[in-house]
T-cell receptor, first 117, second 118 residues
C-alpha cells in the first residue's frame, strides 16, 4: 500500500529549464492537489483536480501546469523554472466528493524539494 | 476569501506537560471544516484532528483535543501529556463545505513550530 508517491525527492534546476514533478496514488482517490511550502508561508494550493479530465487553479497557479489523464496520476509541470519556484512541493489526495468529502482525510506524499538556481 | 492565522511561530513545552496552540480564521461561510496537521522533521504531513463546524462538541483524538469557538472563529489545539515525538510543525487548516460546482481546497495557516523538551 504505497499511498501517495512523489518523484523525485530532490531536484536542482537552472533558470529556464523545464521539468515535471510526478505524483501517483494507488487509493483510487478522486481528488488530487499540489501545494508548495515556503518558510513562514505555510502551504499554498497551486492546482487541484476533482477527477480525471478536470483540473482547476488554486491560490498560486502561475508558472505551473497540470493535467489529469488518469485517476492515479497528477503531474505538475514547470515550463520555465524561476528562482521564485524554489520550494518544497507536496502532492495530496483524498477520496469522496460532495458531502462525503469532509470525512476523508487528505493523504500527503513525502514532498519534493526543488531548487532553482 | 478565507484566511487562517496562527499567531505563535514557535512554542516549547516540557515533556508530560500540556500545551495549547492557537488558530483563528476568517470566513463568511456557515458550514466548513477545520483541521490540524502535524509535520515532523521527516516532512510528511499527518492529520492530527478534524472538526465539523456544525458540531458543537469539541473533537478529541487520544491526547489531542480542540477548543472550537465558532462565534469567535477560534480553533485551538491542546496536546496533553506531551511526548518527545510531538516535536513538529503544526498547521491549522480550513475547508469550506463542498457545493456542486464549487471549489474544494484547504487553506493553511503559516504553522507553529512546537518543541517538546525532555
Amino acid at each position: 500500500n504505497a499511498g501517495v508517491t512523489q518523484t523525485p525527492k530532490f531536484q536542482v534546476l537552472k533558470t529556464g529549464q523545464s521539468m515535471t514533478l510526478q505524483c501517483a496514488q494507488d487509493m483510487n482517490h478522486e481528488y488530487m492537489s499540489w501545494y508548495r511550502q515556503d518558510p513562514g508561508m505555510g502551504l499554498r494550493l497551486i492546482h487541484y483536480s476533482v477527477g480525471a479530465g478536470i483540473t482547476d487553479q488554486g491560490e498560486v497557479p502561475n508558472g505551473y501546469n497540470v493535467s489529469r489523464s488518469t485517476t492515479e496520476d497528477f503531474p505538475l509541470r514547470l515550463l520555465s523554472a524561476a528562482p521564485s519556484q524554489t520550494s518544497v512541493y507536496f502532492c495530496a489526495s483524498r477520496t469522496g466528493q460532495g458531502p462525503l468529502l469532509y470525512n476523508s482525510p487528505l493523504h500527503f506524499g513525502n514532498g519534493t524539494r526543488l531548487t532553482v538556481t | 476569501a478565507q484566511t487562517v492565522t496562527q499567531s505563535q511561530p514557535e512554542m516549547s513545552v516540557q515533556e508530560a506537560e500540556t500545551v495549547t496552540l492557537s488558530c483563528t480564521y476568517d470566513t463568511s461561510e456557515n458550514n466548513y471544516y477545520l483541521f490540524w496537521y502535524k509535520q515532523p522533521p521527516s516532512r510528511q504531513m499527518i492529520l492530527v484532528i478534524r472538526q465539523e463546524a456544525y458540531k458543537q462538541q469539541n473533537a478529541t483524538e487520544n491526547r489531542f483535543s480542540v477548543n472550537f469557538q465558532k462565534a469567535a472563529k477560534s480553533f485551538s489545539l491542546k496536546i496533553s501529556d506531551s511526548q518527545l515525538g510531538d516535536t513538529a510543525m503544526y498547521f491549522c487548516a480550513f475547508m469550506k463545505q463542498f457545493t456542486q460546482g464549487g471549489s474544494e481546497k484547504l487553506v493553511f495557516g503559516k504553522g507553529t513550530k512546537l518543541t517538546v523538551n525532555p
